[in-house]
């Protein structure tokens, strides 16, 4: 069963403007970490930002934002003022931490390639 | 503080070869994870070492296998190659554990393998 689920292949934003990009998860755990990753062409996974399944309040980095809505089991990426280096790969991923321990497993979604238009 | 690292960035072997790819984590960081990433399959988990211990393991044939040093760097060997085996195989790091940001991976830039 698919854990991590990103509905949207592919999203294009006008420059300055802000864009979600949609993720919705699946765990029986009480316990979770949700996770997004920009990859750009490169190959190198670049970490953005984390949600603990315990935060009660939203994880911010600067432009971004998670919107956590833990009882639709939904994880969004809000980007800001989206800029054209913005464009690239992004995945979702939830790690579970099974009886409170935490392992290195990722679980990824599809992930939704975002182009950022000038 | 310098981040994960990964050796050779590119790769190329044909059918029945074996590879091995290596992987140095930020300065600090005891557990080292692997991943395959494939257009057909994405993101796949191979396997996460702890203190030279493999501690998980993901979905995959014994040919994929890999082990960790005292210094936590850590090496993934693939035997008899498979065409299917061509990838990026990413490497990640993370320090701490638990619920907090500590137990964040950080990737490294991959290694690209193709497989004639």
């Known amino acids: 069963a698919q854990k991590i689920t990103q509905t949207q292949p592919g999203m294009f934003v006008q420059e300055k403007e802000a864009v979600t990009l949609d993720c919705t998860y699946d765990?029986?755990?009480?316990?979770?970490?949700l996770f997004w990753y920009k990859q750009p062409s490169s190959g190198e996974m670049i970490f953005l930002i984390y949600?603990?399944?315990?935060?009660?309040q939203n994880a911010t980095e600067g432009r971004y934002s998670l919107n956590f809505q833990k009882a639709r089991k939904s994880a969004n990426l809000v980007i800001s003022a989206s800029q054209l280096g913005d464009s690239a790969m992004y995945f979702c991923?939830?790690?579970?931490?099974?009886?409170?321990?935490?392992?290195?497993?990722?679980?990824f979604g599809q992930g939704t390639i975002l182009t950022v238009h000038p | 503080k310098a981040g994960v690292t990964q050796t050779p960035r590119y790769l190329i072997k044909t059918r029945g070869q074996q590879v091995t790819l290596s992987c140095s984590p930020i300065?600090?960081?005891?557990?080292v994870s692997w991943y395959q990433q494939t257009p057909g399959q994405g993101l796949q988990f191979l396997f996460e070492y702890f203190s030279e211990t493999q501690r998980n393991k993901g979905n995959f044939p014994g040919r994929f296998s890999g082990r960790q040093f005292s210094n936590s760097r850590s090496e993934m060997n693939v035997s008899t190659l498979e065409l299917g085996d061509s990838a990026l195989y990413l490497c990640?790091?993370?320090?701490?554990?638990?619920?907090?940001?500590?137990?964040?991976?950080?990737f490294g830039p991959g290694t690209r393998l193709l497989v004639l």
């Open positions: 991923a939830m790690r579970e931490d099974p009886g409170g321990t935490s392992y290195g497993k990722l679980t």
């Open positions: 765990t029986s755990d009480q316990s979770y970490g």
């Open positions: 990640a790091s993370r320090g701490g554990s638990g619920l907090a940001g500590g137990g964040t991976q950080y």
């Open positions: 949600q603990g399944s315990y935060d009660e």
């Open positions: 300065s600090g960081h005891r557990s």
